[in-house]
């Protein structure tokens, strides 16, 4: 089957730094993206990551071990604004259909 | 401004009704696609169209109908066939079935 694992909550201190991991089972394999989502909102865009490596945008970084079928998202000085559901999603080529697989989420609380 | 749109933002429907949920986007994507989130958990792909006048099902297709008959308009139709249809759904547009998901506000349906 197809899965992609992430915890389901994360909890940590306004100005630190957190990694949110994600690791995955699927049976192709087109690049992972990493989504945010406040409370009651749409998901957002974030980050993809097709080849091994850390990509970096501002604050937010993601990296991903295609060997490894693993992947993180690191957020560097937390803000409160950060405070939402981040989801790793994995585009499998199903069918020529790129479909994404979405894991569950995982709730990043950041107390002051 | 581009963007995609959904309305209303909270529907209420009695058992047994069926209800359309609209979505309309002037990015100028081919691709646009509905999902399902329940809460505390990830997206599921309901449907699904690559280009106007096609459509394919998602995972969960059962209970649902949508048509494409605009590039910029993809209903959703929930029946009286869906189970449980007390969700927040989801319409995304991308530029192709490769690109990143562009997603609207949403639509918290609630049927009692």
């Known amino acids: 089957g197809q899965s992609l694992e992430q915890p389901s909550e994360v909890t940590a201190v306004e100005g630190a730094i957190v990694q949110i991991n994600c690791t995955y089972q699927?049976?192709?394999?087109?690049?992972l993206s990493w989504y945010q989502q406040h409370d009651g909102g749409a998901p957002t865009f974030l980050s993809y990551n097709a080849l091994d490596g850390l990509e970096e945008t501002g604050r937010f970084s993601s990296f991903l071990s295609r060997s490894d079928s693993y992947g993180y998202l690191l957020l560097q000085e937390l803000q409160m604004k950060d405070s939402a559901s981040y989801f790793c999603?994995?585009?499998?080529?199903?069918?020529?259909?790129?479909?994404?697989?979405w894991g569950a989420g995982t709730k990043l609380i950041i107390k002051p | 401004d581009g963007g995609i749109t959904q309305s209303p933002k909270y529907l209420f429907r009695k058992e047994g009704q069926n209800v359309t949920l609209s979505c309309e986007q002037n990015?100028?994507?081919?691709?646009m696609y509905w999902y399902r989130q329940d809460p505390g958990q990830g997206l599921r792909l309901i449907y699904y169209?690559?280009?106007?006048?096609?459509?394919q099902k998602g995972d969960i297709a059962e209970g649902y109908s949508v048509s494409r008959e605009k590039k910029e308009s993809f209903p959703l139709t929930v029946t009286s066939a869906q189970k449980n249809p007390t969700a927040f759904y989801l319409c995304?547009?991308?530029?192709?079935?490769?690109?990143?998901?562009?997603f609207g506000p949403g639509t918290r349906l609630t049927v009692t």
């Open positions: 699927t049976s192709g394999f087109y690049g």
């Open positions: 169209s690559q280009i106007v006048n096609d459509f």
């Open positions: 999603a994995v585009r499998d080529p199903k069918d020529s259909n790129y479909q994404l697989i």
């Open positions: 995304a547009s991308s530029i192709d079935p490769a690109g990143e998901q562009y």
């Open positions: 990015l100028n994507h081919d691709a």
